[in-house]
C-alpha cells in the first residue's frame, strides 16, 4: 500500500508570494489532516477533512491559508500571501476511520524569505 | 487549551543503558499515541494507549498510560543505536476526531 505522498517536499519562496502544497492521502482514506511544525515549537493541527467536507478547520492561522479536497481525494493547502511566519514543516496525514490508522507524510519544508 | 509537556528535550546515553521519557499534561485524554520521528520524514505510530493505567510492549519499549489519562512514559531496555530518533507523544483531546496534541518531543541520541 502506497503512504501519504506529499509535494513538494521543500519550497523556497519569498513573502508576498503564494505557494500551493499538496498531500495525497492513503487510497480509501476518508480522514485527511493537516499539521504544522514551526521551528522550536510542537507539531499543531490545522484542519481535517472526512472525504471532501471539513469537519473541523480550528487550528487554520488566519485567512491567508485555505485548505481544498475537491472529490475527496487528495487535498492541497494554499498559502496566499505567505509571510516570514509561515515558515515550517507541513504535514499531511490519512486515517480510514479511526485514530489508529493515522499515517503521516514526509512533509514539506516551507521556507518564507 | 490542552498542552503535553515531554521531558527531557534531549538524551544522549551510551548504548545499552535504559531510557525513560516522559509526557505529561493537567488534562484528560481519551488516548494517547507515541511516535517516532527520523529527519526528513514524518512521525510513525509506534502505540496508543487508551486505558488509565494501560501497559503496552513492543520489544524493547514499554509504555504506559497514567491511571488518570493525564501523563504517559515510553520505557527503552538496553537502548540499541537505532532507536536513535525524536519520540513524540500526542493525545487526543478536545474537537473533532483527529485533532492530535502534540509534544515538543525528546530527542534520542544512542552512541555505540
Known amino acids: 500500500e502506497a503512504g501519504v505522498t506529499q509535494f513538494p517536499s521543500h519550497s523556497v519562496i519569498e513573502k508576498g508570494q503564494t505557494v500551493t502544497l499538496r498531500c495525497d492521502p492513503i487510497?480509501?482514506?476518508?480522514?485527511l489532516y493537516w499539521y504544522r511544525r514551526v521551528m522550536g515549537k510542537e507539531i499543531k493541527f490545522l484542519l481535517h477533512f472526512v472525504k471532501e467536507s471539513k469537519q473541523d478547520e480550528s487550528g487554520m492561522p488566519n485567512n491567508r491559508f485555505l485548505a481544498e479536497r475537491t472529490g475527496g481525494t487528495y487535498s492541497t493547502l494554499k498559502v496566499q500571501p505567505a509571510e516570514l511566519e509561515d515558515s515550517g514543516v507541513y504535514f499531511c496525514?490519512?486515517?480510514?476511520?479511526?485514530?489508529?490508522?493515522?499515517?503521516f507524510g514526509s512533509g514539506t519544508r516551507l521556507t518564507v524569505v | 487549551t490542552q498542552l503535553l509537556e515531554q521531558s527531557p528535550q534531549f538524551l544522549s546515553i551510551q548504548e545499552g543503558e535504559n531510557l525513560t521519557v516522559y509526557c505529561n499534561s493537567s488534562s484528560v485524554f481519551s488516548s494517547l499515541q507515541w511516535y517516532r520521528q527520523e529527519p526528513g520524514e514524518g512521525p510513525v505510530l509506534l502505540v496508543t494507549v487508551v486505558t488509565g493505567g494501560e501497559v503496552k510492549k513492543l520489544k524493547r519499549l514499554t509504555f504506559q498510560f497514567g491511571d488518570a489519562r493525564k501523563d504517559s512514559s515510553l520505557h527503552i531496555t538496553a537502548a540499541q543505536t537505532g532507536d536513535t530518533g525524536l519520540y513524540l507523544c500526542a493525545g487526543v483531546g478536545g474537537g473533532s476526531q483527529g485533532n492530535l496534541i502534540f509534544g515538543k518531543g525528546t530527542k534520542l541520541s544512542v552512541k555505540p
Open positions: 496525514a490519512s486515517s480510514r476511520q479511526n485514530i489508529n490508522g493515522y499515517t
Open positions: 487510497s480509501g482514506h476518508d480522514n
